[in-house]
């Protein structure tokens, strides 16, 4: 059983998951650019899993906001404000074609490493949190930009 005050051993742990999240971006990216338009198209299954992603890592600062230590009130303010942000981003991607979609998401993701870098500057994150958040942040805005180049129906 992992020990989550073993740094290494909670590094891992979040390495292995956050690289598994990235396999429906992997495996929808391609899949979108088979889309024929009739019904559900694997674009709509990637913008939607995009959005959950970006709602789901603006939780990190939530948490974060709540627990780190040697924040000031004012930075715990901020962080925990900041942290509905990226859902709202998130929701209207659900409404628009691919490429505004892939703008809008990505757009979200990009400003939620920004303010990942902000809180590493204020706050102990772990060494290798904001290595592992470039690399995940990378993986799905590149899929995103890729699933936008569907051809749309005339």
Wanted: glycine share 6%.
């Amino acid at each position: 059983m992992m020990n989550p005050a073993h740094p290494d051993a909670l590094r891992r742990t979040a390495q292995w998951l956050g690289y598994g999240g990235l396999i429906p971006f992997l495996v929808l990216a391609p899949a979108s650019l088979l889309d024929v338009h009739h019904g559900f198209t694997w674009s709509d299954a990637l913008y939607a899993y995009g959005a959950v992603i970006l709602s789901f890592v603006c939780a990190l600062h939530w948490g974060f906001a709540m627990a780190l230590p040697g924040l000031d009130d004012a930075r715990r303010v901020r962080t925990m404000a900041w942290s509905v942000v990226p859902s709202l981003i998130a929701w209207p991607s659900l409404l628009l074609v691919p490429m505004e979609a892939a703008v809008l998401l990505v757009t979200g993701f990009v400003l939620h490493y920004v303010q990942d870098r902000r809180l590493a500057r204020h706050a102990a994150l772990p060494a290798w949190y904001l290595p592992l958040r470039l690399q995940l942040t990378t993986v799905a805005c590149l899929s995103l930009i890729a699933g936008a180049f569907v051809p749309l129906p005339y």
